[in-house]
Antibody, heavy 118, light 107 residues
């Protein structure tokens, strides 16, 4: 079945970097745009970034622009989020999500927790 | 950037009763509106897309309506598994913003 599995979260000091991964299975990964969405503890959902199916276009939320980079390796069916210059306000559960035929976020991973703290 | 506003923030409902959740967009999003359900410790789950189309496997007690700037999610007869937080999200414009959520709790 369609599955997205995030990894790479953890505790990191402010100003440091972290790379998240999202392993996809059960569908043709190279045919779909992929997103990252985050959720701070006890808060709502915030869209973070998107990458086109072929990596040709990438867009970011203003809150992460210039610090985060989304990428993908279609040969490995994996989505990435490189997070640099991390801040306390980046503390959140990070989800990868697939936009399918519905144009909405059809499939979500289970999330990976990122905590930015000294 | 389109701002999505959900009301109420919390809705207290007895099992078996009807729940009506509202979502307002700061400008028209046509019918490009989705609803998600999120339970504690879980990822969100798509319920409704295109403002009124149920996603695969979603029970008929969930229904969506509206277009433009005003949208409604109705749960016709609340079951125990429906107590959760519900988010609306527009995908008509970038960025694809979410509302702040409505928590449906047991009365």
């Amino acid at each position: 079945q369609v599955q997205l599995v995030e990894s790479g979260g953890g505790v990191v000091q402010p100003g440091r970097s972290l790379r998240l991964s999202c392993a996809a299975s059960g569908f043709t990964f190279s045919s779909y745009g992929m997103h990252w969405v985050r959720q701070a503890p006890g808060k709502g959902l915030e869209w973070v970034a998107v990458i086109w199916y072929d990596g040709s276009n990438k867009y970011y939320a203003d809150s992460v622009k210039g610090r985060f980079t989304i990428s993908r390796d279609n040969s490995k069916n994996t989505l990435y989020l490189q997070m640099n210059s991390l801040r306390a306000e980046d503390t959140a559960v990070y989800y990868c999500a697939l936009v399918g035929a519905t144009d909405a976020f059809d499939i979500w991973g289970q999330g990976t927790m990122v905590t930015v703290s000294s | 950037e389109i701002v999505m506003t959900q009301s109420p923030a919390t809705l207290s409902v007895s099992p078996g009763e009807r729940a009506t959740l509202s979502c307002r967009a700061s400008q028209s999003v046509s019918s490009n509106l989705a609803w998600y359900q999120q339970k504690p410790g879980q990822a969100p789950r798509l319920l409704i897309y295109g403002a009124s189309t149920r996603a695969t496997g979603i029970p008929a007690r969930f229904s969506g309506s509206g277009s433009g700037t005003e949208f409604t999610l109705t749960i016709s007869s609340l079951q125990s598994e429906d107590f959760a937080v519900y988010y609306c999200q527009q995908y008509n414009n970038w960025p694809p913003n979410f509302g702040g959520g409505t928590k449906v709790e047991i009365k």
